[in-house]
């Protein structure tokens, strides 16, 4: 069965080596610390605004080298980096969205 051109015995053998890594993760004989264990929001928002920024830097970068004449740099490299900061921007910005209104609806709620 296909769906969208997504085989879906492929998709749930994905899904199974996903189960199965995440299970393997769990039994390890290494017991880490609580705060290791523990994931950090403001670290892994952190994170991934310093990789949007990267993406955006990396592009920059580029199409000023191609813009240059840098023959190292060809016109497919400058748009996939571009294509590629545009995306995770605008999935960042979307974030941001989904959180500004879920702070929105916590702080409408009566109690």
Do not use: C, W
Not at 31 to 43: C, I, L, M, V, Y
Not at 58 to 68: C, H, M, N, P, R
Not at 75 to 91: E, G, H, P, W
Request: glycine share 6%.
């Amino acid at each position: 069965m296909s769906v969208g051109g997504i085989d879906a015995s492929r998709i749930q053998a994905m899904v199974e080596q996903l189960r199965a890594a995440a299970q393997s993760k769990g039994t390890g004989g290494i017991q880490a610390d609580k705060a290791a264990e523990k994931p950090d929001f403001a670290q892994a928002l952190k994170s991934t605004l310093d990789q949007v920024n990267n993406n955006q830097a990396k592009a920059q970068k580029l199409g000023e080298q191609f813009a240059k004449g840098d023959d190292n740099v060809n016109l497919s490299d400058v748009m996939i980096s571009m294509q590629k900061a545009s995306i995770s921007f605008q999935a960042t910005v979307q974030v941001r969205n989904k959180l500004v209104s879920a702070y929105h609806d916590i702080m409408t709620m009566q109690v």
